[in-house]
């Protein structure tokens, strides 16, 4: 059996749809079909994320591509779109080191207009009574920050891409790539059925080294499992933390970091704590399982002692996924490898890029050397190949 389509794009992610999206807003009446092994869309790495964004970032670059997505997001919700975003800003909570560490990026992310305020500990115990600061010596609070919902922003691109004459293939895993006599990717192959295409486009997240490597082909990717914990906040001392007026018109508290790493995350009368452990060995954990013993020893102890509210209060739910850490600069890459476009390397921030990404990889289907994200700025589609690569490396990492 064998179909035929202009354009297939591998992985129904936040990162394949977002392209999606744009290759049919830019080229109307395109016949796309976007293949995914799960059973629909945003099921992977995309539902089981911290669903987060910021524009803090010290390199130039992933705070472009990060700005213009929150401005797309921003956009959709004004029209009566809503993605759940609501903008409770970051709080990093650090110690002196890390200020001293951090002086020099914080003091380029100012110049270039990079809304954050610096909070001293008095300012800190005022609007936090719960905190004790240990060795806690300011706050960086970042103003546009914040949470959405995975689940609706995936259904935005999901129902736009359908209206817009795309195709979704669920239940349908990849097991190879056709090639043409240069070399050239031209298609895939799904268990016994091959599909044809002039173009083929590999989004497949943690994924993408497996992905490629069925081509024959390396890329520069790590994936590595990241686990989240989910706990109630409904009542008590929990729900008074949650809802902390002083920092957001939607008096949650911010998404706060703690000086070791690990991190709260407001939810629905809950709170998700998550730890980006930098000792997790690399690879592709499937399935990707929580583990209790993970709470308990690198992120229960890193909260309870600046927040003791949370001692003694146990996760309700737990959940694991995946990063796909580019370590050569901690920045995502479009690049066309055998003919196909790989997009890849949000290392943890693929749902604050994904837009923008997304109008790369159209961009680059299209022959174009500028795009313009969703703020308004024009973004050279050449910065983010790896062969033409003009990315700093990001020097402010969660």
């Keep these: ?120 500990r008095k300012d800190l115990a005022a609007r936090l009574p719960e905190l004790r600061f240990i060795d806690i010596s300011q706050g960086i609070l970042g103003l546009n920050c914040g949470i959405l919902d995975p689940a609706r922003l995936t259904r935005f691109y999901e129902q736009e891409i359908l209206r817009l004459g795309g195709r979704l293939l669920y239940r349908r895993e990849v097991t190879g790539f056709n090639r043409d006599g240069q070399g050239r990717i031209n298609g895939v192959r799904v268990g016994a059925e091959e599909i044809h295409a002039e173009t083929v486009i590999v989004a497949t997240g943690a994924w993408t080294g497996r992905t490629m490597a069925l081509a024959g082909l390396e890329v520069a990717l790590v994936p590595r499992k990241r686990q989240l914990f989910s706990l109630p906040a409904s009542e008590g001392p929990l729900s008074r933390l949650l809802w902390t007026p002083g920092f957001n018109p939607h008096k949650l508290l911010p998404f706060t970091i703690l000086p070791g790493g690990a991190y709260l995350r407001p939810a629905a009368a809950s709170f998700i704590l998550g730890y980006a452990n930098p000792d997790q060995a690399p690879g592709l954990d499937e399935p990707a399982m929580a583990q209790g013993d993970f709470f308990e020893h690198r992120i229960r102890p890193q909260v309870e002692g600046y927040f003791p509210v949370f001692q003694g209060i146990a996760p309700t739910h737990a959940w694991a996924g995946h990063y796909d850490e580019h370590l050569a600069d901690r920045t995502p890459f479009v690049e066309r490898l055998a003919g196909a476009i790989v997009v890849g390397g949000s290392s943890g921030s693929g749902i604050m890029k994904a837009d923008s990404l997304g109008r790369i990889v159209a961009g680059l289907y299209g022959g174009l050397d500028v795009v313009e994200l969703g703020q308004g700025e024009l973004f050279r589609i050449p910065d983010l190949s790896l062969r033409q690569r003009a990315v700093p490396p990001e020097e402010f990492v969660i």
């Design 1 to 120: 059996m064998t179909q035929a389509h202009r354009v297939i794009i591998i992985g129904a992610g936040i990162l394949g749809l977002a392209s999606a999206y744009h290759l049919l807003k830019g080229h109307t009446g395109l016949d796309l079909l976007v293949v995914e092994r799960l059973s629909g869309s945003g099921q992977g790495d995309t539902a089981r994320s911290a669903a987060a964004f910021r524009d803090m970032f010290s390199s130039s670059v992933n705070r472009q591509l990060s700005q213009g997505a929150i401005a797309f997001y921003e956009n959709l919700q004004k029209k009566s779109l809503h993605v759940g975003l609501k903008k409770i800003g970051y709080l990093w909570l650090i110690t002196e080191a890390q200020m001293a560490e951090w002086h020099r990026p914080l003091a380029h992310m100012a110049a270039a207009g990079v809304a954050f305020q610096t909070l001293d």
